[in-house]
């Protein structure tokens, strides 16, 4: 499912149209980004948490050539599956 399909649906399920299904997703995910960005966590229960992590710095391998190559720290984006996700992708079919 892409972006789009995703609007369609939420529109569909909430009886709305596409806009509004557009404007309220766009501003979801805009909101879960600045709030991260700023170091904090989004923690929507049954779904799962957004938050930020450190990479630390490391060496690596230029995989054409095979020099070791310095790989700088960074931060990184994590999500953690809440228990009902989990439970929901892992339910057997009968």
Same mark, same amino acid.
């Given at each position: ?49 957004? /938050? ?7 060496? /690596?391998?230029?995989?054409?050539? /095979? ?28």
């Amino acid at each position: 499912m892409n972006k789009t399909e995703l609007v369609d649906a939420i529109a569909a399920d909430c009886d709305i149209s596409k806009a509004s299904a557009q404007r309220a997703l766009d501003s979801l995910i805009e909101n879960i980004v600045k709030t991260v960005t700023k170091g904090g966590t989004v923690q929507l229960v049954g779904f799962g948490s957004f /938050g930020s992590g450190k990479r630390a710095a490391r060496t /690596g391998r230029n995989p054409r050539t /095979g020099e070791a190559i310095k790989i700088a720290a960074a931060k990184t984006v994590k999500f953690s599956a809440g228990k009902a996700f989990k439970d929901a992708v892992n339910k057997v079919k009968k």
